[in-house]
């Protein structure tokens, strides 16, 4: 299956500052997905990323918090901005191949 | 409204036992159910899925079970062992609907396996 890699892995941030994470994936996939999980919980879909076209949001989830950026098939990125304390969390994403989708390892955010 | 509900929540037993984790589903759209594996620290990695054609998927010591009729399907971990100590969920899509294929997520369950 891709593989994804996911970076920065952790983060310590300042509220009221914004954090870019990185998705590079091994192989080209059509659709990108960026997930928030909190610890022991489920995953929280964010936004769908297809390249060439604007991200569509889940409801609760703004393109000025959340912008996404999908510039082609193996690489997308979101920013978490204007960050406070709520936003911490683990922020993973996944891409959709024909036989299912894979993930990245997430990048766990706190913010201060 | 949660789609896909997932049971139970937590689960122990005992190595060389089986485990057994349910879903149960309402959106007959739905044609994909896979299950996810999670360890701390990582992101979901695909373990099994079915498609409801089949009754029955078997992968090693994991098999789905899989209820069209009764929209639901499960995972079996047979001779769970202490390595099986994880967090898993089910999930499931619409696996032909074009640019809406995003995957419904159960809630979890969290499964510990007694040495």
């Known amino acids: 299956s891709a593989v994804i890699s996911q970076k920065p892995s952790r983060d310590i941030c300042q509220r009221g500052t914004s954090l870019t994470i990185q998705c590079q994936v091994d192989s080209q996939v059509t659709m990108m997905f960026w997930y928030r999980q909190q610890p022991g919980q489920s995953l929280t879909l964010i936004a769908t990323a297809n390249q060439g076209s604007e991200a569509t949001y889940e409801s609760g989830f703004v393109i000025d918090k959340f912008p996404i950026s999908r510039p082609n098939l193996t690489f997308s990125t979101l920013t978490v901005s204007n960050m406070s304390p709520e936003d911490s969390s683990i922020y993973l994403c996944?891409?959709?191949?024909?036989?299912?989708?894979?993930f990245g390892s997430g990048t766990r955010l706190t913010v201060v | 409204q949660q789609q896909v509900k997932q049971s139970p929540q937590s689960l122990i037993v005992q190595k060389g036992g089986i485990s057994i984790i349910n879903c149960a589903y309402e959106n007959t759209a739905f044609d994909y159910f896979p299950w996810y594996q999670q360890f701390p620290g990582k992101g979901p990695a695909l373990l099994i899925a079915?498609?409801?054609d089949v009754s029955e998927k078997k992968e090693g010591r994991f098999t789905i079970s899989f209820n069209k009729s009764a929209k639901q399907f499960s995972l079996h971990i047979m001779d769970s062992q202490p390595g099986d100590s994880a967090t898993y969920f089910c999930?499931?899509?619409?696996?032909?609907?074009?640019?809406?294929?995003?995957?419904?997520w159960g809630l979890g369950t969290s499964l510990g396996v007694n040495p």
């Open positions: 079915i498609r409801p």
């Open positions: 999930a499931a899509s619409p696996r032909n609907a074009g640019n809406n294929r995003k995957l419904i």
């Open positions: 996944s891409g959709d191949r024909i036989y299912g989708y894979t």
